[in-house]
């Protein structure tokens, strides 16, 4: 045999061979199906012998093929009368070269030495280490059946990446293991291990992550301790119902006597809809169970989301969360949900038509826990058409003649709202509304929306708290422009007059009347009744500009834009008597009822039949300027030609109004704003409020008085002044992929390597930062209406930076001026090991005085069941409170 060119002899060649088998015994021709494909780059020997049989040997970088199965090693040996192949590495300085690896399947192993019959499918690795999905399993002995079922004697199972000679920092042995199917690794009893320590956790058996993707299973637990006793919780099952959904049910059991419910339902399918159902019941046992004071609550929290598209023009969605506060405050380990005072729910259906037109259906929800409060919208409906120009003539023209230019829209709602505000238990009391043990009758907002007794009970008002409403308004107006004006020659002012005609329908109206004890009695009248109130108005504006020639460095010229405003509007006095929305309030005698003014006229008091009347003639003048300036940057490319970019350098604007039909103090405050950003860095708004009337000597009320004067260099007087800004300051930053966070349910496509263990959570997210970035924002506000004078001033601060590649902190603090005293300060502390994370929260002072720490492994399956939290909960981690 001649050398390839560049070879200089045999043994330095590369052999590649396909063994046909005409050198092999009749019968293993017989009983092998594919042909073997093997070579090596050192040597090839062949050895014939009626003896020890008939062998091959293959040396440096072998690789022997057969069918699926593949054998990698320094050396390979080939026993044509067994139909086996064995191979092993050999030993260097450096340690084992070439160690043997097995592949079939999909599947591979490696070890110290490796056997595989060709004949049966079957192989035995010894000292093995594969892996499986994020994790590793190394073998003693390690046998692999024709059907890929693994059977390992000796199994250690980790999710740190070591060495084969090197020991990982955590493990979990089995004297026995087995891998089925690839999606299922059983074992017999199993122990932790940290290194080579055998650690006081042992299982009766185990049931490792494995299969890659979404499949049912049981759902490992959680244990610990809290202030309901020892606990064992979110064991349960997972069934992957199909592509599209999926649904879990968990349980919690303590050592006190509560226990837990908590089922969730998901769905997706991509373009068309997504959501998911969560279903939470605690019930909380404080106290011993032989405390006669002993208290069993139930918590509850009903979470629903929803977002579907049913057509281009057409969408479904929902946002509902009817959670008690109950649950939010001893349940839920979240500080948001510690603090949280309100909770809101919301499903809306909208669909979009031709012609500018659109229709939407709401319920809507929200209730505060503080108060008691629930506002529901039982539905509310929404029909809007986009402006329109009924009188245009085909296509737009560049002259229109004034009845072309008229244009309109509507906007209609229909509303059935439910509003229940209860009384306080002092109220109650007073009123003696209690219960025969002295407690202060209490119902919740859903008792009190089907039955309008416990409604009128708990408020200590008449009716059922609902309220129907139709309201539809239609603006009209008639937009055209000026181009030329006397005396000034070309001149573009835009004018626009509008009318605005809004109309209420009402299913009944309400009286009142003064009995003989002084009190006023309300009664509600059903019937139709339309409530009818429009307002008229022109508004005229114009933009002026202003150039500058200036030049600073980079910056050439400065431009001034200037976009003055001034309206007019009229409104009449709808609850005069002649247009029918107020009646006269009578005493018990038939005698009307009158206000007597400070000048001792006496007035009739009146009294709207429905809300929403608009009270008072108003005829009202607005007034307002936006100033803009703006310089433009000039610099070079990189291929050496001259850019430009224009930036914003700031703005300033300015708004009031005076009523010439009030009869005092017309001119309204004077609103002042203001905003920049200075060179890309720091954003910076300002905004005020300034009162032209002076106040009285007390300090009490203002007065007529105008508080301008040029003699002493006033303007007007400041009541109310707020300076915010903000900027930010990074070094170099690399980020890696982050983790999703353990609160997320990722979207069923999202799916890519979900075990067994919670498809629900995810290891904990984190990005490794290598620089350092710094955000600062601070705020002043001062306001003072009257004499009064409050005052606020606060610097808040955010951090994050690495001590090593592999150590960061990160927090965030403040201080309230004001107060003289800091705000609230978190300080973070992270370490990233080769398999383990750890963190350290500390909040070393302020009302949330608390602390934290956790370790955990990296494994997404496993980082809930190999982990190490102090304190287990969010409440307690204070150092001298329970939260």
Sequence with gaps: ????????????????????????????????????????????????????????????????????????????????????????????????????????????????????????????????????????????????????????????????????????????????????????????????????????FWLPFGFLPYQEGRRSGLLAPEYGEDQRGFYLRNWGWYWAVNDYMDFQARFGLWTKGSWQIHPAFRYNRRDRYTGALDFDLVRERSGEREDPDVVVRNSIRVVWSHNQTLSPGERLTGNVNLTTSSYLQTVSDQYNDHVRQSVGSSVRYSKRFRGGRSLAVNMRQNQVFSTGTTDLALPELTFSQSTRTPFQRGAATRDPRWYERLQYSLNSRLSNRFSYTPLSEAELIARGDTLADGTPVSYEWWEALFDQSKYERATGREGSGLDFRATHRVPVSAPFAINRLPLVGQFRFNVSPNINYTEDWYLETGRRAVDTTGVTRHERVPGFFALRQFNMGVSANTTLYGLFPVQWGQYRGLRH?????????????????????????????????????????????????????????????????????ETKRVYADSTGEERSRVLKLFTLNLR????????????????????????????????????????????????????????????????????????????????????????????????????????????????????????????????????????????????????????????????????????????????????????FRWVPFGAFQSWGFDLHVKSGRLSEFLRLRQPKAERDRGFDRQF
């Design 561 to 629: 834009t200037v976009r003055p405003r001034l309206g007019f509007s009229w409104r009449p006095d709808f609850a005069s008597p002649g247009w029918g929305y107020t009646r006269q309030l009578y005493d018990a005698e038939e005698l009307p009822v009158v206000d007597t003014l400070l000048t001792g006229e006496a007035v009739p008091q009146r009294y709207g039949i429905v809300t929403g009347i608009q009270t008072g003639l108003s005829q009202a003048i607005s007034f307002g300027i936006d100033n803009t300036f």
């Design 1 to 200: 045999m001649i050398p390839p060119p560049g070879v200089r002899s045999i043994r330095q060649a590369y052999f590649p061979f396909v063994l046909a088998l005409l050198i092999a015994p009749p019968g293993i021709a017989q009983q092998l199906t594919e042909p073997v494909t093997f070579s090596a780059t050192d040597s090839l020997v062949l050895r014939f012998s009626d003896e020890s049989g008939d062998q091959g040997r293959l040396v440096g970088a072998a690789s022997v093929s057969y069918g699926d199965a593949k054998l990698d090693a320094h050396v390979v040996t080939i026993l044509f009368d067994e139909e086996e192949l064995r191979a092993q590495g050999m030993l260097s300085d450096s340690g084992v070269v070439g160690r043997p690896r097995f592949t079939q399947g999909g599947e591979s192993f490696e070890g110290a030495t490796l056997a595989y019959n060709m004949g049966t499918g079957r192989g035995r690795i010894t000292k093995g280490r594969a892996q499986f999905s994020e994790g590793f399993i190394e073998a003693g002995i390690a046998k692999v059946r024709e059907d890929s079922t693994i059977f390992v004697q000796g199994g250690v199972y980790t999710t740190c990446n070591c060495a084969p000679d090197e020991t990982p920092s955590y493990s979990l042995r089995a004297s026995k293991m087995k891998v089925v199917d690839k999606k299922r690794v059983y074992t017999g009893p199993i122990q932790l291990f940290i290194y080579n320590i055998p650690m006081p």
């Design 656 to 839: 009031t109004s005076y009523d010439m039909s009030a009869d005092s103090l017309r001119l309204s405050p004077i609103n002042i704003s203001a905003r920049t950003n200075v060179l890309g860095k720091l954003n910076l708004n300002i905004s005020g409020t300034l009162s032209p009337y002076a106040l009285n000597q007390a300090g009490t009320r203002m007065v007529q008085d105008y508080v301008f004067s040029l003699k002493h260099f006033r303007f007007a007087r400041l009541t109310q002044l707020s300076v915010r800004g903000d900027f930010q300051v990074r070094g170099q930053t690399q980020r890696q992929a982050a983790s999703a966070s353990p609160r997320d349910m990722p979207s069923f496509d999202a799916y890519t390597s979900v075990g067994v263990g919670n498809p629900f959570s995810s290891s904990l997210g984190r990005a490794s930062v290598q620089g350092w970035t710094l955000n600062v924002s601070f705020g002043y506000r001062i306001s003072r209406p009257l004499s009064k004078l409050t005052r606020s001033a606060t610097v808040n601060t955010r951090f994050a930076f690495p001590l090593t590649p592999t150590w960061r902190v990160q927090g965030q603090t403040g201080y309230d001026f004001e107060r003289a005293r800091l705000v609230t300060t978190t300080l973070n502390i992270a370490k990233e090991f080769e398999c383990w994370d750890m963190g």
